[in-house]
């Protein structure tokens, strides 16, 4: 059997898969951070506390009312979502007219806030998660062994960022948005009410932060610090994939994380770093991002 | 006499929980289990928040120092702040009693004579859980190593310990440090066909690659897993399902004896969780510290410093042990592997003794250390 | 014709022939003398890492304020030379000044290269593409030897300025740092008030104009890219002087965050803004410390309100209120 | 002069009242107490020079002034304290002199960006009939159109929402005569379906051909109006008012 | 007379759209020349093809015999051959004076001078006063630019051009949106400053293209329909079929 670089072909798969699931939590936490940038314009710095309050959200579900996984998976980004709406309204309506580097100084703060917050009550070391019953165990692929559950991560992710992809695209509501993001006041004098489909949308791009969220309570650690880091890389891959492209961002988080993937096999100590080489490279190459539209 | 404790540690950060206030109730109780007011010493105890970084760090000791009267600087977790608070306790002649950092440089390359190091290193860690799974039959090692100074200095110094042990490492992957997914280094670790895959990570990296591991079932696959730096918090996050077999070393575990079961009823109390071997350390050392205050009768460092280093040390969490010339302490260590679900009996219930490993078996020999100014008379 | 445009007649634009305002001369005046008492009042060493942030503060508000480009990696800048002035203290044991001085050209030579790729970009896809470079950069302070990985450079010396005055006192050092961030302050100061300031605030207000006049852009924006970066770095070396230390805290993301803090806690675009967000980010981090597990929460309430009154920053409020430029 | 004093012979009723409408930009004081009012189904225009308040009074109609004080009444209803969408709702619909064309929307996008207010608009093909350039570029990006295709996008993306109440800032402003002659065809044939429309033009001659009446603006308020019928006998008087 | 400006078979394509297709343009020393033809015909594009705001997709432009195609565009503007924008172009938060200034600090050449203080502008004063009140903003001399009206503001952008001092001035559209005062202002500024200049435009308003310019070219589709006097091109059926239409006098 022949070998790449040293590495058996059937390791090489494993690691392909590996990436696309890996990918698929960017694709989600991406989406939801272009939905959030494209359309309000707003670099959204607390969307990795939204995801971590999705997963934290789904234990105390569990822990405190008995609601399991599969309830938890729609309730939780809504009740996440619904926390955002208030935010949004409290706070950060009052900046669309600034500059979006103040509403990256408030979600930035906001992100302080909510972390420390549950830092306070439930410490750092985090809390434990089981894999729903139905999702336990895995299938052996002959090249590696799919738990069950990486499985229905892809699954779901797909489903949710294509569902998402469609509306923004292809409806009216989603060209609505995408008008009221350049010209809110022209918007309004054609009689749409912007403020509630601005406060809905950025309540919709929190929800996917927090789906991913729960996605991710049962296999990452459930912890106060589990998204703080991730906002950079988020963020880098919707710079790639091209800032206001709704598929860019899809694609890309799936191909980056296959791309980290390999990364990770072939030089571990850089897959940190792969992703912000990847950005540089496409920045100087091609600007507007692999899918955004030219200026 | 007037002494001022500080603890400086990590309150907002990764280590926390494990160090954080924690550390400032266990050296308040030392206080208090000594009688300090009644034997006429007036202890006050202030901390704060090196938020992991080495220049606040070095920012808050110097303060202490220079302005806040402060004698004495306690716990320290993260090699880098503990390293530079090592070199300002020695240009300002006070004492820094280590406990929450795992370097064993502060006695070794970046000794000072008036750092003592209290709980562990990562040489005790390496020794312990190193030499016990390689003799116990895991004699073919893979290491997962977080891609800095500390993941690298745990993973070389556990293969020196296999190797010695007859063991053999038959390769290692550093994956970024902090990580969240490890599936894709564990598949590595699998491919390796090693007996032993060895977490040389901490904090939530561990409990992540646990986690993972057991995801993938690795352990059922019939690989074992060691993790070279777990703390109780870490175990208990994980939960016994998934962290069932695990062996792991420590300094300290709350239900050894009447002793440290009474302490930690105590502990329990106040913090809401029994005490991290890190916060077992800032007591017995805060402990030790206050009865060669007693000794000396003045805060004169350099004094109380030569007497700790004379007397025995004594506590109800570590037992008997000394300090060497470098500022290593001597005490035993543990290995312990966690429960099974069946066996745990309640929420912290999470760890059985597999062996003790005696002080000196643990830490290294002073003589090979490389600490200076230990080596020079 | 319109009423409007008679109402406003003294502009705070009008030229004047003296170089820098009355006002202004009185606040530097005013600031020098605090700053010459401040060791005595508060502690020196933390008077002087206030002093290094302004300074690094003002050197990141000269490319935001008065470029108009928001980098996102400037701790880049400081945190290269900060390491590179830190093994030249320690390991070929150079005196202060000559330390400092190769901590600040390594910076400006980073500044030039990463500069030179990132100014052809612009808006946020120039923020990320020197925060790509800045990542990068932290991956290799992390990876390379000389930086001591997690464990930074440590125990650095302070050897004697010139080969003759022991730097051993913090309350002489501190004169030593005053010297050289206020000269630095007050060379940003000029450069935003010069020609070249000039021809910047045209490129920012109007950048397709100011081709048209026949200005070659990109090289001024490169100009003030690579001072930028040389500021920052002259800070992050004096930083690691005053501390005898350099970490991985100083190449980290956050760390170049906690510049744009400062700068719009603030006021970009201000000559005060940023010294003064400088003060209040620091003294918050180090009294702060002091509240355990709520400082995080304390910091984020902080930015909140201070994003949600004052926008334009503390400063950029004052000057409004004043109706003068600060 | 008064309102009421002018007010002879147009037919119809009052479709937009407006009285003492005083309007601010920020700290500045831009309108200061207009008085006017428009018919249903009559064209007025807006004449006046460079930063009269032409445009400040339109957007002050329309509510996308954020400080105003006064009376609008539309069809009836006091609009002074109303948003902007519920004044577009009462079948108000705005061409900005700015074009407000969404680059992020292409052109057939930002064709259907105005919902339907009302039945009656014109149908997308009658829309490319009128303007063919559109028709060829629909699928491009908005803000890729040239200048003039931009501005026959912002007046034909009106007509479509069935608003019989018309605001158009220089509609011809920067278009080629031919395009020119189109839009004031355009504009008579919406007046013929009845439909009433505000214009603010600095071309007069083409404000002469369309309009009914035409009010002159200066500083901030209605100086005078002129009826069509009497524009030649006070072409001296008019321009004096634009300084021609 | 000479050619000034020459384009040869220029051509502007964006992804598959023809937006100026193979135009071949000759603007003769000391004349005005007026680019006219219908929205859309590719009248800005040609600009900013000549300017180097746009990459030709082929062609090559020559300007006073020098082959400028492959220049950048500060190098252009730098050899003389300076543009005006269809949306006004002044630097707003600078003064009046400040942004003629500008203009001038370019020529003489100590931009890069940031170790000065900016007292040294001074210098310039007197003659930018002069630039200023050619134009007649003589009272708005310490005006911010973005309080002036727009035919101030394109009054401005004059005054900043011309004290470049260049050789041939491009404006794109000089009238539009103003009023009949400054329309008649600017277009006897424009006849004033085409002294010993060479002036291409592009203007809507016919009757200034009539009075003004000594050649026109018109524009359709990306390719040139007619080209002569204004009595020639009035009168051509395709102009007027494409662009005057029927009903203009
Ligand atoms: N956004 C604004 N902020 C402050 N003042 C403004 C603003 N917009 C317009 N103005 C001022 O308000 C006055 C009226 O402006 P407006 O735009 O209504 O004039 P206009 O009659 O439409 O002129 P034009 O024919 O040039 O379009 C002018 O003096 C102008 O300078
Ligand atoms: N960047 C671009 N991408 C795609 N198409 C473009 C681009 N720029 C211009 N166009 C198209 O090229 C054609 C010519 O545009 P241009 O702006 O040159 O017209 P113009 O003659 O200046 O018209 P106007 O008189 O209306 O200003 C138009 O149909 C326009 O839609
Ligand atoms: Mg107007
Ligand atoms: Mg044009």
Redesign the interface.
């Known amino acids: 059997m022949f070998e790449l670089l040293g590495i058996p072909p059937q390791v090489l798969l494993g690691q392909l898969l590996i990436g696309l699931i890996n990918g698929s939590f960017y694709a989600v936490l991406s989406l939801g951070l272009a939905v959030i940038f494209g359309l309000l314009n707003i670099i959204n710095f607390a969307h990795g506390a939204q995801y971590m309050m999705g997963a934290f959200v789904a234990w105390m579900l569990l822990s405190y009312g008995g609601i399991g996984y599969w309830p938890a998976l729609f309730l939780a980004p809504v009740i996440v979502g619904v926390i955002g709406i208030a935010l949004e309204r409290v706070l950060i309506a009052r900046l669309y007219k600034l500059d979006h580097l103040y509403g990256l100084l408030l979600t930035f703060g906001l992100a302080l806030i909510i972390q420390g917050l549950f830092r306070n009550y439930y410490g750092v070391s985090g809390l434990p998660y089981q894999i729903p019953s139905a999702l336990q165990g895995g299938q052996n692929l002959g090249f590696m062994f799919l738990p069950n559950y990486r499985g229905w991560v892809i699954v779901a992710s797909v489903i949710v960022c294509f569902g998402t992809w469609f509306m923004i695209e292809k409806t009216r509501l989603g060209a609505n948005l995408r008008a009221a993001t350049e010209n809110p006041e022209l918007v309004g004098a054609f009689g749409v009410n912007v403020p509630r489909m601005i406060t809905l949308t950025y309540g919709f791009g929190v929800a996917l932060a927090a789906f991913a969220g729960v996605l991710a309570a049962p296999i990452y650690s459930v912890n106060p610090n589990m998204g703080a880091d991730l906002i950079i890389v988020v963020f880098a891959v919707v710079v790639i994939g091209g800032m206001g492209s709704i598929m860019g961002s899809i694609l890309t988080g799936f191909g980056l994380g296959v791309i980290e993937g390999l990364t990770r096999v072939f030089y571990p100590e850089g897959s940190a770093v792969v992703i912000f080489v990847i950005m540089a490279i496409v920045l100087m190459i091609k600007p507007e991002g692999l899918f955004g539209k030219s200026a | 006499t007037d002494i001022t404790l500080g603890v400086l540690n990590d309150q907002s950060g990764v280590y926390a929980d494990l160090s954080g206030q924690g550390s400032v109730v266990a050296a308040q109780m030392a206080v208090a289990d000594f009688d300090a007011a009644g034997k006429g010493i007036n202890v006050n105890i202030i901390s704060a928040d090196h938020q992991n970084k080495p220049d606040i760090a070095s920012n808050i000791a110097r303060q202490w120092y220079d302005q806040d009267g402060v004698d004495a600087i306690l716990d320290v977790p993260t090699s880098s702040t503990a390293l530079a608070v090592a070199d300002v306790t020695a240009e300002f002649g006070k004492v820094f009693i280590n406990s929450g950092a795992a370097t064993s440089d502060l006695t070794r390359a970046n000794c000072q004579p008036t750092t003592i190091h209290w709980t562990y290193d990562t040489a005790a860690l390496a020794n312990g859980t190193g030499k016990a799974v390689t003799e116990a039959g895991g004699d073919t090692w893979f290491f997962l190593t977080a891609d800095y100074a500390f993941g690298h200095a745990l993973e070389r110094d556990t293969t020196a310990v296999v190797e010695a042990s007859g063991g053999e490492v038959l390769g290692s992957v550093a994956h970024p440090f902090p990580g969240t997914d490890f599936s894709s280094f564990l598949l590595q670790a699998q491919a390796s066909g090693a007996k032993v895959i060895g977490l040389a990570n901490a904090g939530a990296d561990t409990v992540n690659s646990i986690k993972q591991a057991s995801e993938f079932g690795i352990v059922q696959g019939g690989q074992k897993l060691a993790g070279l730096l777990l703390f109780i918090n870490n175990v208990h996050s994980l939960g016994a399902q998934t962290a069932q077999g695990l062996q792991m070393t420590t300094a300290f575990y709350w239900d050894m004896n009447d002793d440290t079961r009474a302490f930690s009823e105590r502990f329990k109390e106040e913090m809401g969780s029994p005490p991290s071997m890190v916060q077992a350390g800032v007591y017995a050392g805060t402990l030790h510290y206050l009865k060669a205050v007693e000794a000396v009768g003045s805060d004169d460092a350099e004094a109380i410093v030569a007497t700790m280093k004379e007397m025995k040390t004594d506590d109800p969490l570590f037992g008997e042990g000394y300090i060497r010339k470098d500022g290593r302490v001597i005490h035993d260590m543990y290995l312990m592997e966690v429960k099974s679900p069946e066996e745990s009996t309640g929420e912290w219930d999470l760890l059985k003794e597999v062996a003790t490993i005696s002080g000196e078996d643990a830490f290294l020999p002073m003589e090979d250390g490389g600490c200076a100014f230990a080596l020079a008379d | ?5 008679n ?5 705070p ?8 305002p009355g006002h202004m001369k009185i606040i530097f005046v005013v600031l020098l003398a605090v700053l010459i008492a401040l060791p005595f009042m508060v ?1 020196p ?2 008077a002087m ?1 206030v002093m290094c942030f302004a300074l690094f503060a003002c050197a990141f508000n000269l490319l935001l304020g008065f470029g108009g480009l ?1 980098s996102f990696g400037h701790a880049a800048y400081f945190g290269m030379a900060s390491y590179v002035c830190a093994h030249a203290a320690k390991v070929w044991g150079l005196t202060p000044e000559l330390a400092i001085l190769a901590g600040t050209v390594t910076a400006a030579l980073l500044g030039l290269l990463i500069g030179s ?1 990132a100014i ?2 612009q808006g ?2 120039f923020a ?2 020197t ?3 800045a ?2 950069v ?2 290799f302070a ?2 390379a030897e000389f930086t ?5 450079i ?2 650095v010396p302070r050897n004697d300025l010139l080969g003759l005055f022991p730097m051993g006192d913090d309350i002489v050092f501190y004169f030593f740092v005053l010297f050289i961030t206020f000269g630095g302050i007050l ?1 940003i100061y ?2 935003t ?7 910047l ?2 490129i920012r ?2 950048e ?10 990109n ?2 924006k490169l ?1 003030v890219f690579v ?1 930028s970066a040389t500021f920052a770095g002259l800070a992050g070396a004096t ?1 690691s002087q005053v ?3 350099a ?4 190449v980290h ?1 956050s760390m170049s ?1 906690e510049v ?2 400062m700068t ?1 806690l603030g006021g970009m675009g201000t000559v005060l803004g940023p010294i003064v967000g400088a003060v209040i980010v620091v003294t918050m ?2 009294y ?17 309100i ?3 009154m004052f ?1 334009e920053g503390i400063i950029g409020v004052l000057s409004k209120i004043f109706k003068k430029p600060l | 002069m008064t309102d009421a004093q002018v007010n002879t012979a147009s037919a119809g009723k009052p479709l937009l009242q407006v009285d003492g409408l005083e309007g601010w930009y920020g700290e500045s004081h831009v309108l200061h107490g207009m008085d006017f009012h428009v018919n249903d189904g009559e064209v007025v225009t807006l004449l006046g020079r460079n930063g009269a308040g032409k445009t400040t009074t339109i957007k002050a109609i329309m509510g996308l002034l954020n400080k105003r004080a006064g009376s609008v009444k539309v069809g009836g209803t006091e609009t002074i304290n109303l948003q902007a969408r519920h004044i577009a709702r009462l079948g108000v619909a705005i061409c900005p002199e700015e074009r407000g064309i969404f680059s992020s929307l292409s052109v057939e996008e930002n064709m259907n960006l105005p919902p339907k207010l009302a039945e009656g608009g014109l149908s997308l093909e009658r829309i490319y009939d009128l303007f063919p350039n559109l028709k060829e570029r629909r699928r491009s990006q908005g803000t890729k159109l040239s200048g003039g295709e931009q501005q026959m996008l912002a007046i034909a993306r009106i007509l479509r929402t069935g608003s019989k109440f018309l605001l158009l800032d220089e509609p011809t402003e920067g278009l080629a005569p031919v395009i020119v002659q189109q839009i004031g065809r355009t504009i008579a044939a919406l007046k013929q379906e009845g439909f009433t429309i505000v214009l603010v033009e600095q071309n007069f001659r083409f404000a002469a051909s369309v309009a009914d009446r035409h009010y002159v603006v200066e500083q901030g308020k209605i100086v005078d109006m002129i009826e069509n019928e009497a524009l030649d006998a006070n072409i001296d008087k008019l321009h004096a008012y634009l300084g021609v | 007379m000479s050619a000034m400006l020459q384009a040869s078979g220029l051509t502007k394509e964006f992804k598959g759209f023809v937006a100026v297709n193979n135009v071949d343009l000759t603007v003769e020393r000391g004349t005005i020349h007026a680019l006219i033809g219908p929205n859309g015909a590719g009248k800005t594009t040609f600009f900013n093809l000549l300017t180097k705001f746009l990459q030709p997709t082929r062609g090559t432009i020559t300007y006073d015999g020098k082959d400028i195609t492959s220049k950048s565009s500060a190098d252009i503007a730098r050899l003389g051959l300076v543009r005006s924008f269809q949306i006004s172009a002044v630097f707003d938060d600078l003064t009046v004076l400040e942004n003629v200034r500008i203009a001038m600090q370019r020529r003489r050449g100590d931009s890069y001078d940031f170790w000065r203080s900016e007292a040294v502008l001074g210098q310039y004063d007197d003659e930018a006063r002069g630039y200023v009140e050619s134009v007649g903003l003589g009272e708005f001399i310490n005006h911010r630019a973005a309080e002036l009206s727009y035919g101030r503001k394109r009054a401005l952008e004059i005054a900043t051009t011309l004290s470049l001092e260049p050789d041939m001035l491009l404006l794109d559209e000089p009238m539009a949106g103003m009023g009949q005062e400054d329309v008649e202002r600017i277009s006897a500024l424009i006849k004033r400053i085409s002294e010993g200049r060479t002036i291409l435009m592009v203007e809507h308003n016919l009757s200034v293209v009539a009075d003004l310019s000594d050649r026109i070219t018109v524009l359709a589709r990306g390719e040139v329909l007619a080209e002569g006097d204004y009595d020639t091109v009035s009168k051509s059926p395709e102009v007027i079929e494409a662009y005057i239409g029927a009903g203009h006098d």
């Open positions: 014709m319109s009423t409007n445009e109402t406003k007649t003294a502009t634009a009008m030229h004047r022939s003296v170089g820098m502690y060493v933390f890492k928001l790729l052809r970009r946020i896809y990320m593409v925060l790509a470079f990542q990068m932290y991956f992390l990876q001591g990985g997690e464990d930074g440590q125990t060379f000029r450069i008030h010069s020609p070249f300031g000039q021809v605030k045209a207000e109007n397709p104009r100011a081709i048209s006049l026949g200005y070659h852009v090289r001024y100009t001072l930083k501390f005898h230390l970490s991985l805290t100083d993301w965050g744009v803090l719009l981090q180090n702060l410390a002091y509240l355990g597990a709520w400082v995080t929460v304390i910091q984020g309430v902080i930015f909140v201070g994003v949600l926008r």
